[in-house]
Structures are given as C-alpha cells and as structure tokens.
C-alpha cells in the first residue's frame, strides 16, 4: 500500500509511473474481488451441507415415524425433507407411505363393511373413524361412516359426513 501511495503522488507522475499505480490499484482489486468471491463460495457450500444435514434429519424423524405407524405424520416429515433438498429417499419414502397408507385404509374399509354387513354398527364406525385418521380427505371413508351414522339413527352426523364425501369427492376431481 505504502508502495501504491508513493506512487501516487508523484508531481508529475510519468506514463510507466501511472501505468504502473494504474496496475498496483487493478491487481489489489482483483485481489478483493476473488477474495469476496471465495468467500460467496464458501458461504453457499455451508449453506448446502446445512440444507443437507437438515434434510438427512428429517428423513430419519420420518423413517422413526414410519415404523412406529405414524403414517401420516412420517409422510409430513418425508415431504419437510423434500422442500429442503431434493432427495431420491425422502421422494421414496413419501411413496411408500403414501402406499402403505392406501393399503390401510383399504383394510379399514373391508373390515368396517363386513362389521356393518354382521349388525356390529358402532364398530364399523370406530373403524372407520381410524381410518378417517390415517386418511382425511378419502370421500369413501366419509360416506361409509355417513351410512353408519344412518344406520344408529344419527342424522345430523350423517348429513355432516355426507357433506364431507361430497366436498372430498369434488376436490379430488378438480385436483385431476
């Protein structure tokens, strides 16, 4: 610097003088600018391992979720991972909980229809009712227990579900 100054005030500073401060000032500038761009890349490279280890976390919350049979809330969790990295395990694992929970609710709709089909009206319901759990927005599941709240004599449940059924079953036309 001491170098640069001197150079600077020169009276009167020659060509070769002022082409070299001239130098002295672009080298000290690159010189910062490649420092500042170092240092942009290091703060993103941080950045990107620090979305990473999130993500990695929030598959292993989901995985823990999965086999304790908290589907719902292990597909929540898989899709949190997504949003922070794009992850062939979390993407994976959203659609085997999405299968598993197909396939549970599935389960529940057989066995409340054949609790219903034997008379047993308030244990369909209860099926059903879990069912709706593992699967909010399924429009079979809220007609069935419609049927069932039918059946008990609780009509105002039952215009209530139906209106579920109805309101599921229009959302999931319009998402298509």
């Excluded at 054949?114 to 009712?129: I, P, R």
């Excluded at 399924?138 to 069935?144: E, L, Q």
């Excluded at 105002?156 to 209106?163: M, P, S």
């Amino acid at each position: 610097m001491k170098l640069q100054h001197w150079l600077c005030r020169i009276e009167p500073p020659s060509a070769l003088l002022r082409a070299a401060a001239l130098l002295l000032r672009l080298g000290v500038g690159l010189a910062l600018f490649g420092a500042a761009a170092g240092w942009a890349a290091s703060q993103e490279k941080s950045q990107k391992k620090l979305l990473q280890q999130q993500m990695k976390t929030l598959v292993a919350e989901a995985k823990e979720l999965e086999i304790a049979g908290q589907l719902p809330a292990a597909r929540r969790r898989f899709a949190q991972a997504q949003s922070f990295w794009d992850s062939n395990e979390a993407q994976a694992g959203v659609k085997r909980v999405n299968e598993a929970i197909q396939k549970q609710t599935a389960a529940a709709i057989k066995r409340a229809h054949l609790l219903f089909n034997s008379g047993k009206l308030t244990d369909a319901v209860g099926v059903l009712e879990k069912a709706l759990e593992l699967s909010p927005s399924n429009p079979v599941v809220a007609f069935d227990l419609a049927v069932c709240h039918i059946r008990t004599g609780e009509i105002a449940v039952a215009v209530g579900r139906l209106d579920q059924a109805l309101a599921y079953a229009r959302k999931s036309l319009t998402i298509f």
